[in-house]
C-alpha cells in the first residue's frame, strides 16, 4: 500500500525530558488512524511532529514520499483541526474557510464558491456570515472542520476535536468525522484520550504511553490480543481486571489469589507454578453456572436498565457487567462463568502478555 | 440637593438571617457613595474648571479683573486675537509636527518592542520591566537629563556622533530653531515609547498561540501571520494607544519648560505651552483659555474616537 506518513525512529527531547522515545509509524494512503493515551503521553507532540508546529530532534518524517523532517508546516501540506478550534475571532465562518485558500492568491470568488460548497457538506450554510462568538460549541467545531476540509491536504490531523462538546454531540460528530472521512478518503491521524473514540472511529489504533508506542492495530486485534496489561487495561470499558495468581500443578489452570483460591481453566499450557497476573474483562464474566465458574461475594450492584455493573467484595475488586438485570442480586454471591480463551496472562515482572 | 443616601431604606430584605452589621458594605448604599463621592470629585475638580476656562475664554480678563467673576464679554476677541497673530502659523504647524511624529515614532518602536520581548527569550520579562524606567520618571526630571545630554558645548549626544564620526560639526539641538522641536519629540518618544510597549504586549499576549498555529497549517508565513492575523486582532489595543498617545503628547509640558521655553523664536513653541505663556507669562488670561479651549475640542474628536475603539473590543 501507498504509505502517505512515514514516521522513522522520531525522538523529541524538550531539555532534559523525552518526551518521544523512537517512534516508527506508517501510516498508509487513506487510513483513519487513533492516537490514544492517557494525558502526557506524547500523542499530541507526535501530531504537532507531523504538523510541523514541533521541531524533532532526530529521526525522520515523510509526507507523501517527501522528507519534511525540517519542514515549516505550511511546507507539509497538511490540515488540522484543534482541540480549541482556533477560529480566527476577526473574521466570519466564510473567511475563515476561505483564509487559506485567499493565502495562496486564489481569487475571492473562487475562494467563496469552494466554501459555500464546503459549507453543504458540513451544514454551514446559514452561518457564513457570523462570527466565531457568535457560534455554539458544536457549530465552531464544524466550521474548523470546514476550514479543514476546504483545500484538499495531503491528511487531516485532529487533535482532540471533540473534547470541548458535550457527550450527545460528541457521539454524533463522531459519527459525522468518520462519514467526511470516508467521503472524502483522506488520510486522518486523530489524536484522542478517549479509547471510545480511537475503537468506533479508527481503522488503525496506536497506543502510546510515556513517548513510546505500547501496541497498535486494529481496534478489535487490540482488545482480542493486547501485548500488555497497560493496553489491555487501557481498552475496553470497563476496565479490564486484574488478578494475580498461580498456574497450577497441571499446567492448564490458574489458582486466582482470592478467598478460596478459585481455579479457573486457562486456553493454553504455562509451567507449573509460575506467577501470573490474571486478566479478566467485566463482560466476560456471564453470571450462571457452568464450567470454569467463580463464586464471588458482591458488594454492590448499579443497574443501567440495559446493563448491571456488580463490584465484588473482594481484594482486588472485580467489576462485573453483565446483560441483564440480576434481580435480587443486591449482596450474598454470584457465581460467574469465563471462557477459557478469553483468560489473559500476564508476567507480573513486565506486565506484558504471556503466550497460550 | 436631596440625595437619598440613607442605608436603612435600601437595606437588603436578605439581611434578616445575617446580623445587622453587613448591610452598608454589601449593599446598595455604599455603591450610592461611591458614586457620588467620585461623581462629586469630578464636578468639583474637572468639570467647573473646564467650564470656567470656556467662560473665560469669551471674557476679556486680566491682572485687574481676575478676581471676579463679572467681567465684560467680549465674543470671539480672544479667538481672533490669538488666530491673527504672526506665531500663530508657526505654532500650530509645530504642534502637529510634534504630535504625528511622536505618536508615530512612540507607537513603530514601542509596537516594535512588544513584538521582540514576545518572543520569550532569557531574560525578556525583565527586561521588559526595566523599560519601565523612563515611563515613571517625573517629567521635569526627564527633561533636566534630555537637556544634559543635548546640551552643545558639552552633551553626550554631540560627543556621541562627533566620536563615531558621524558629525563633525556641534549640532546645536536646543538653540537651533530649525533643530529644537526634534530634540523634544527624541526626549518625548523615549518618554512614551514604554507605555505604548507595554500596553501593545498585553495585546499581543491575548491572542491564543494556536490561532497563529491555525494560520501556519493554512500556509501564512511570517509576514501574512503579522498582517491577516496581528495587526486586525490589535485593532482595539492599536486605537487606544494612539488615542491615548496624542492626548498624552497634547498635554506634554514638561519637556518644553526644561529643554526649550518654546524657543528660539517660537522655533521649538506648541499650542499646549503657548496657552501657557499667554496665561502665565503674558496675563492675557482670556486668550490663554481660548487656546485651550481649541485644543480640548482636539481630545474631545480624539476621545470620541478612543470610545469609540474600547467599544468595539467589548462587543468582540
Given at each position: 500500500?501507498?504509505?502517505?506518513?512515514?514516521?522513522?525512529?522520531?525522538d523529541?527531547?524538550?531539555?532534559?525530558?523525552?518526551?518521544?522515545?523512537?517512534?516508527?509509524?506508517?501510516?498508509?494512503q487513506g487510513q483513519?488512524?487513533?492516537?490514544?493515551?492517557?494525558?502526557?503521553c506524547?500523542k499530541?507532540t507526535?501530531?504537532?511532529?507531523?504538523a510541523?508546529?514541533e521541531?524533532?530532534?532526530?529521526?525522520?518524517?515523510?509526507?507523501?514520499?517527501?522528507?519534511v523532517s525540517?519542514?515549516?508546516?505550511?511546507?507539509?501540506?497538511?490540515?488540522?483541526?484543534?482541540?480549541?478550534?482556533a477560529?480566527?475571532?476577526h473574521k466570519?465562518?466564510?473567511?475563515?474557510?476561505?483564509?487559506s485558500?485567499r493565502?495562496?492568491g486564489?481569487?475571492?470568488?473562487k475562494?467563496r464558491?469552494?466554501?459555500?460548497?464546503?459549507?453543504?457538506?458540513?451544514?454551514?450554510?446559514?452561518l457564513?456570515d457570523?462570527y466565531p462568538?457568535?457560534?455554539?460549541?458544536g457549530?465552531r467545531?464544524?466550521v474548523?472542520?470546514?476550514r479543514?476540509?476546504m483545500?484538499?491536504?495531503?491528511?487531516f490531523?485532529?487533535?482532540?476535536?471533540?473534547?470541548?462538546?458535550?457527550?450527545?454531540?460528541?457521539?454524533?460528530m463522531?459519527?459525522?468525522?468518520?462519514?467526511?472521512?470516508d467521503r472524502?478518503?483522506?488520510?486522518?491521524?486523530?489524536?484522542?484520550?478517549d479509547q471510545?473514540?480511537?475503537?468506533?472511529m479508527?481503522?488503525?489504533?496506536?497506543v502510546?504511553?510515556?513517548?513510546?508506542i505500547?501496541?497498535?492495530?486494529?481496534?478489535l486485534?487490540?482488545?482480542?490480543?493486547?501485548?500488555?496489561?497497560f493496553?489491555?487495561?487501557?481498552i475496553?470499558s470497563?476496565?479490564?481486571?486484574f488478578?494475580?495468581?498461580?498456574?497450577?500443578?497441571?499446567g492448564?489452570h490458574v489458582?486466582?489469589d482470592?478467598?478460596?483460591?478459585?481455579?479457573?481453566?486457562?486456553?493454553?499450557?504455562?509451567?507449573?507454578?509460575?506467577?501470573v497476573?490474571?486478566?479478566?474483562?467485566?463482560?466476560?464474566?456471564?453470571?450462571?453456572?457452568?464450567?470454569n465458574?467463580?463464586t464471588?461475594?458482591?458488594r454492590?450492584?448499579?443497574?443501567?436498565?440495559?446493563?448491571?455493573?456488580?463490584?465484588?467484595?473482594?481484594q482486588?475488586?472485580?467489576m462485573?457487567?453483565?446483560a441483564?438485570r440480576?434481580?435480587g442480586?443486591?449482596?450474598?454471591?454470584?457465581?460467574?462463568?469465563?471462557?477459557p480463551?478469553?483468560?489473559?496472562?500476564?508476567?507480573p515482572?513486565?506486565?506484558t502478555?504471556?503466550a497460550l | 440637593?436631596t440625595?437619598?443616601?440613607?442605608?436603612?431604606?435600601?437595606?437588603?430584605?436578605?439581611?434578616t438571617?445575617?446580623?445587622?452589621?453587613p448591610?452598608?458594605r454589601?449593599?446598595r448604599?455604599?455603591?450610592?457613595?461611591l458614586?457620588w463621592?467620585?461623581?462629586?470629585?469630578?464636578v468639583?475638580f474637572?468639570?467647573?474648571?473646564?467650564?470656567?476656562?470656556?467662560?473665560?475664554?469669551?471674557?476679556?480678563?486680566?491682572?485687574?479683573?481676575?478676581?471676579?467673576?463679572?467681567?465684560?464679554f467680549?465674543?470671539l476677541?480672544?479667538?481672533?486675537?490669538?488666530?491673527?497673530q504672526?506665531?500663530?502659523?508657526?505654532?500650530?504647524?509645530n504642534?502637529?509636527?510634534?504630535?504625528?511624529?511622536?505618536?508615530?515614532?512612540?507607537?513603530?518602536?514601542?509596537?516594535?518592542?512588544a513584538?521582540y520581548f514576545?518572543?520569550?527569550?532569557?531574560?525578556?520579562t525583565?527586561?521588559?520591566?526595566?523599560?519601565?524606567?523612563?515611563w515613571?520618571?517625573?517629567g521635569?526630571?526627564?527633561g533636566g537629563?534630555?537637556?544634559?545630554?543635548?546640551?552643545?558645548?558639552f552633551?553626550?549626544?554631540?560627543?556621541?556622533?562627533?566620536?563615531?564620526?558621524?558629525?563633525?560639526?556641534?549640532?546645536?539641538?536646543?538653540s537651533?530653531?530649525?533643530?529644537a522641536?526634534y530634540?523634544?519629540?527624541?526626549?518625548?518618544?523615549?518618554?512614551?515609547v514604554?507605555?505604548?510597549?507595554?500596553?501593545?504586549?498585553?495585546?499581543?499576549a491575548?491572542?491564543?498561540?494556536?490561532?497563529?498555529e491555525?494560520?501556519?497549517?493554512?500556509?501564512?508565513?511570517?509576514?501574512?501571520?503579522?498582517?491577516?492575523?496581528?495587526?486586525?486582532l490589535?485593532?482595539?489595543?492599536l486605537g487606544?494607544?494612539?488615542?491615548?498617545?496624542?492626548i498624552?503628547?497634547?498635554?506634554?509640558?514638561?519637556?518644553?519648560?526644561?529643554?526649550?521655553?518654546g524657543g528660539?523664536?517660537?522655533?521649538?513653541?506648541v499650542m499646549?505651552y503657548?496657552?501657557w505663556?499667554?496665561?502665565?507669562?503674558?496675563?492675557?488670561?482670556?486668550?490663554?483659555?481660548?487656546?485651550?479651549?481649541?485644543?480640548?475640542?482636539v481630545?474631545i474628536c480624539?476621545?470620541?474616537?478612543?470610545?469609540?475603539?474600547?467599544?468595539?473590543?467589548?462587543?468582540?
Amino acid at each position: 500500500m501507498n504509505m502517505q506518513i512515514e514516521i522513522d525512529g522520531v525522538d523529541k527531547h524538550y531539555g532534559a525530558y523525552h518526551a518521544l522515545k523512537h517512534i516508527d509509524l506508517r501510516i498508509p494512503q487513506g487510513q483513519f488512524v487513533a492516537l490514544v493515551g492517557p494525558s502526557g503521553c506524547g500523542k499530541s507532540t507526535l501530531l504537532r511532529t507531523i504538523a510541523g508546529l514541533e521541531t524533532i530532534t532526530s529521526g525522520a518524517i515523510r509526507i507523501a514520499g517527501k522528507d519534511v523532517s525540517s519542514a515549516p508546516p505550511r511546507a507539509r501540506d497538511l490540515a488540522m483541526v484543534f482541540q480549541s478550534y482556533a477560529l480566527y475571532p476577526h473574521k466570519t465562518v466564510a473567511g475563515n474557510m476561505m483564509y487559506s485558500m485567499r493565502i495562496r492568491g486564489i481569487s475571492r470568488a473562487k475562494a467563496r464558491a469552494r466554501a459555500e460548497e464546503i459549507a453543504k457538506i458540513t451544514g454551514l450554510e446559514a452561518l457564513m456570515d457570523r462570527y466565531p462568538r457568535e457560534l455554539s460549541g458544536g457549530q465552531r467545531q464544524r466550521v474548523a472542520m470546514g476550514r479543514a476540509i476546504m483545500r484538499e491536504p495531503q491528511a487531516f490531523l485532529f487533535d482532540e476535536p471533540l473534547s470541548n462538546l458535550d457527550a450527545a454531540l460528541r457521539v454524533h460528530m463522531r459519527a459525522e468525522i468518520r462519514k467526511l472521512h470516508d467521503r472524502i478518503g483522506a488520510t486522518s491521524v486523530y489524536v484522542t484520550h478517549d479509547q471510545i473514540e480511537a475503537m468506533t472511529m479508527a481503522d488503525h489504533v496506536v497506543v502510546l504511553r510515556a513517548g513510546v508506542i505500547e501496541q497498535q492495530g486494529a481496534p478489535l486485534d487490540l482488545y482480542d490480543r493486547p501485548v500488555n496489561r497497560f493496553v489491555a487495561g487501557f481498552i475496553g470499558s470497563p476496565a479490564m481486571n486484574f488478578v494475580p495468581g498461580r498456574i497450577d500443578s497441571d499446567g492448564a489452570h490458574v489458582i486466582l489469589d482470592l478467598p478460596d483460591n478459585p481455579r479457573l481453566a486457562i486456553a493454553g499450557r504455562r509451567p507449573a507454578q509460575e506467577a501470573v497476573t490474571v486478566g479478566l474483562r467485566p463482560e466476560h464474566l456471564i453470571p450462571g453456572d457452568g464450567p470454569n465458574a467463580l463464586t464471588l461475594p458482591v458488594r454492590s450492584v448499579e443497574r443501567t436498565g440495559s446493563a448491571s455493573y456488580v463490584r465484588t467484595d473482594t481484594q482486588p475488586h472485580l467489576m462485573i457487567a453483565a446483560a441483564d438485570r440480576l434481580a435480587g442480586v443486591d449482596a450474598g454471591t454470584l457465581s460467574v462463568t469465563i471462557d477459557p480463551t478469553l483468560v489473559h496472562l500476564f508476567s507480573p515482572e513486565d506486565e506484558t502478555a504471556l503466550a497460550l | 440637593m436631596t440625595v437619598p443616601l440613607s442605608t436603612t431604606d435600601s437595606m437588603p430584605t436578605v439581611g434578616t438571617i445575617r446580623a445587622s452589621g453587613p448591610s452598608f458594605r454589601d449593599g446598595r448604599g455604599l455603591d450610592r457613595v461611591l458614586v457620588w463621592l467620585t461623581l462629586g470629585f469630578l464636578v468639583a475638580f474637572s468639570a467647573l474648571p473646564l467650564v470656567y476656562n470656556v467662560v473665560m475664554s469669551f471674557q476679556s480678563v486680566d491682572l485687574f479683573t481676575i478676581a471676579s467673576f463679572d467681567r465684560p464679554f467680549v465674543g470671539l476677541d480672544n479667538y481672533k486675537a490669538v488666530l491673527s497673530q504672526r506665531a500663530t502659523g508657526t505654532i500650530v504647524r509645530n504642534t502637529a509636527v510634534f504630535v504625528g511624529l511622536s505618536v508615530a515614532l512612540q507607537l513603530t518602536i514601542g509596537f516594535g518592542l512588544a513584538l521582540y520581548f514576545q518572543q520569550r527569550f532569557p531574560g525578556s520579562t525583565w527586561l521588559r520591566g526595566l523599560f519601565l524606567a523612563g515611563w515613571i520618571m517625573p517629567g521635569l526630571v526627564v527633561g533636566g537629563v534630555w537637556s544634559w545630554i543635548l546640551a552643545g558645548d558639552f552633551g553626550v549626544m554631540n560627543w556621541a556622533l562627533q566620536a563615531t564620526g558621524i558629525t563633525s560639526d556641534k549640532i546645536f539641538w536646543l538653540s537651533d530653531p530649525s533643530i529644537a522641536l526634534y530634540s523634544v519629540i527624541i526626549a518625548n518618544v523615549w518618554v512614551g515609547v514604554p507605555f505604548n510597549m507595554i500596553l501593545l504586549s498585553v495585546g499581543l499576549a491575548a491572542i491564543p498561540d494556536d490561532v497563529y498555529e491555525a494560520a501556519e497549517m493554512d500556509g501564512a508565513g511570517r509576514i501574512w501571520r503579522f498582517l491577516t492575523i496581528t495587526l486586525p486582532l490589535m485593532r482595539a489595543q492599536l486605537g487606544a494607544v494612539i488615542s491615548l498617545g496624542i492626548i498624552f503628547t497634547l498635554q506634554q509640558f514638561d519637556l518644553f519648560a526644561a529643554l526649550t521655553q518654546g524657543g528660539p523664536s517660537n522655533g521649538s513653541n506648541v499650542m499646549q505651552y503657548w496657552s501657557w505663556e499667554l496665561s502665565f507669562q503674558h496675563y492675557r488670561i482670556g486668550q490663554g483659555a481660548a487656546v485651550s479651549v481649541l485644543m480640548i475640542l482636539v481630545v474631545i474628536c480624539v476621545a470620541a474616537i478612543y470610545v469609540r475603539s474600547t467599544r468595539h473590543e467589548h462587543a468582540a
